[in-house]
């Protein structure tokens, strides 16, 4: 169990809706990352927040959007959802100081698109 | 653009045999490497990260080797166990990017009994 929390597990919907996919980090954790994990595209990240601040952008969409909370919750909001968008997303969260790379993955949300 | 990438996509191995898994990069901005382990159904894992000034590091029966000269890196996992069986990805993060890694596209690695 990484610490990181998930919601939901599984989602299906259709075309042209919207859904919020929400987040946890690690407790003290300050940093939250979205990635997005699809079949021909492998892990790409979205977007990073830190402390409630954007830090980063990835290849997130316009019709895709995030935000960190002040209790540092995040929820990656989707929109306008299309067939290609079906894929696993994945939160992480990060020690502030800690290894470059040692991200701490949330065990995903896979959506479905129909 | 620049990517990392995997050589193989699928390696089956033995139980109690040794695993390597490759990788290649090709950002030259590269700074730290790191393995990741994704088992069926779960998040991406930690594994083991080596930075761009050795060419070497040991985990608990793993082993990251640098090669800057080419541009590789690889992970040795000894005597394979039914649990290491998972997707393995390498990622790399480059000097002043955050912590924005960049994954291969992995390797599944199955272990046989």
């Known amino acids: 169990d990484s610490g990181v929390t998930q919601t939901p597990k599984h989602l299906i919907t259709a075309t042209g809706q919207r859904v919020t996919l929400r987040c946890s980090p690690r407790?003290?954790?300050?940093?939250v990352y979205w990635y997005q994990q699809s079949l021909d595209q492998g892990l790409q990240f979205l977007i990073q927040?830190?402390?409630?601040?954007?830090?980063a952008k990835g290849n997130i969409l316009e019709r895709f959007s995030a935000q960190q909370f002040p209790d540092l919750h995040s929820e990656l909001n989707l929109s306008s959802l299309e067939l290609g968008d079906s894929a696993l997303y994945f939160c992480?969260?990060?020690?502030?100081?800690?290894?470059?790379?040692?991200?701490?993955f949330g065990e995903g949300s896979r959506l479905t698109v129909l | 653009g620049e990517s990392v990438g995997l050589h193989l996509p699928t390696l089956s191995v033995q139980e109690g045999d040794n695993s390597i898994i490759n990788c290649a990069y090709s950002?030259?901005?590269?700074?730290?490497f790191i393995w990741y382990k994704q088992e069926s159904g779960k998040g991406p894992q930690f594994i083991i990260d080596?930075?761009?000034?050795?060419d070497k590091r040991q985990g608990q029966r793993v082993t990251v080797l640098l090669n800057k000269t080419v541009k590789h890196l690889s992970l040795q996992i000894a005597a394979t166990q039914p649990g290491d069986s998972a997707v393995y990805f390498c990622?790399?993060?480059?000097?002043?990017?955050?912590?924005?890694?960049?994954f291969g596209s992995g390797t599944q690695l199955t272990v046989l009994p």
């Open positions: 990622a790399e993060n480059a000097r002043g990017s955050a912590r924005q890694l960049t």
């Open positions: 950002n030259s901005a590269s700074d730290y």
């Open positions: 992480a969260s990060s020690v502030v100081g800690g290894n470059n790379g040692e991200l701490f």
């Open positions: 927040y830190y402390n409630g601040e954007e830090r």
């Open positions: 080596i930075r761009s000034n050795m």
């Open positions: 407790s003290g954790d300050l940093s």
